[in-house]
């Protein structure tokens, strides 16, 4: 069973910083399409990010274009998703996903159905 297991979460000021990582213990993460979503209470699953399991192809959310970078590090079996200039409206918890792309299609995935592993989430609290 493969589980992603998010980390980096927790509580910054408008316009800081954070990183968070998602780790696909005990699988090799070369043929995982990983992606990023968000979720606040009374909401919609949120796509934030997604990268493909191979070429590097990338996604981002109208909002949060310009703001965040999603990264993979296969030798390392972790995604990164690095948060810059965070805003009120980035609170949420977010969640890891891995989908599994045995024919390393180059693809991403942008909805939430479309991914077979979930991780627990991580909460991101942006304040004044």
């Not at 919609?44 to 192809?57: M, T, Y």
Request: aromatic content about 12%.
């Amino acid at each position: 069973q493969v589980q992603p297991v998010e980390s980096g979460g927790g509580l910054v000021q408008i316009g800081g910083s954070l990183r968070l990582s998602c780790s696909l213990s005990g699988f090799t993460l070369d043929y995982y399409a990983i992606g990023w979503f968000r979720q606040v209470p009374g909401k919609e699953r949120e796509g934030v990010s997604c990268i493909s399991a191979s070429k590097d192809n990338t996604y981002y959310a109208d909002s949060v274009k310009g703001r965040f970078a999603i990264s993979r590090d296969n030798v390392k079996r972790t995604v990164h998703l690095e948060m810059n200039n965070l805003k009120p409206e980035d609170t949420a918890v977010y969640y890891c996903a891995a989908k599994n792309d045995p024919f390393n299609s180059g693809k991403y995935y942008q909805r939430p159905e479309e991914y077979d592993f979930w991780g627990q989430g991580t909460q991101v609290t942006v304040s004044s």
